[in-house]
């Protein structure tokens, strides 16, 4: 059994909470909690035992995968990808018997970047637009546009393009992308992509 309204599709057990936004096309599965007033844009997929909490915001065509916490704080541009038991945090210094909700800090994973399983992002940070952060990766810091990083601490082992492959860039400082074929340029460590 399950709700289906004329924009997106719940499933019986999930939990949509009165004043949270749900774009046309989203999917939502099995025991999923989507709290008041966050927004999740068009054609996302929530999958099992996710919870989206109050403030958040996802833009379109996110995909989260199983058991993720999307905590007051997170910003999650289009094209977004969330692995499995991926985790964010929003205080850097929390305990118990003291209320830090006023102390939530913002991260922002800009769009078409993904985070693999596992991985957890310290908040206060931004994940550059299509940056690839390996799984079980601890990010503590912020992670620059199409970068590739993975450890514990996370550290940068290269860059990626916008298909998710590892960039070999020349002496001229270009790279293809051997899916797409698109060009990308770096200059002063920075990733630009070229063609369209």
């Known amino acids: 059994m399950s709700d289906t309204s ?8 999930a939990v949509l909470d009165e004043g949270c936004i ?3 096309g989203t999917k939502i599965w099995h025991f999923s909690h ?3 007033k966050c927004t999740i844009g068009k054609r996302c997929n929530i999958g099992q035992n996710v919870v989206i909490s109050p403030d958040v915001v996802l833009g379109e ?13 997170v910003v ?8 499995p038991s991926m985790v964010f945090t929003n205080v850097l210094n929390p305990r118990s018997a003291i209320n830090r909700r006023g102390e939530y800090q913002k ?8 985070i693999g399983a596992n991985a957890t992002i ?39 393009s916008e298909a998710g492959h590892k960039l ?17 340029q770096i200059e002063n460590n920075t990733v630009t992509k070229l063609s369209i």
Do not use: R
């Open 34 to 36: 989507i709290m008041p």
């Open 22 to 24: 749900i774009g046309e």
């Open 122 to 160: 310290v908040c206060g940070n931004t994940i550059g637009a299509y940056a690839l952060i390996g799984a079980g990766a601890v990010v503590t810091k912020d992670v620059p546009p199409y970068a590739l990083v993975y450890g514990n601490p996370s550290k940068q082992h290269g860059w990626v």
């Open 168 to 184: 070999a860039f020349n002496e001229e400082s270009k790279a293809t992308c051997p899916e797409t074929g698109e060009v990308y």
């Open 76 to 83: 999650c541009e289009d094209d977004v990808f969330l692995g």
């Open 61 to 73: 065509n996110v995909k989260i995968q199983n058991n993720v916490s999307v905590y007051s704080g």
């Open 107 to 114: 991260t922002l994973v800009q769009k078409g970047a993904s």
């Open 6 to 13: 004329p924009s997106y599709f719940a499933h019986a057990t």
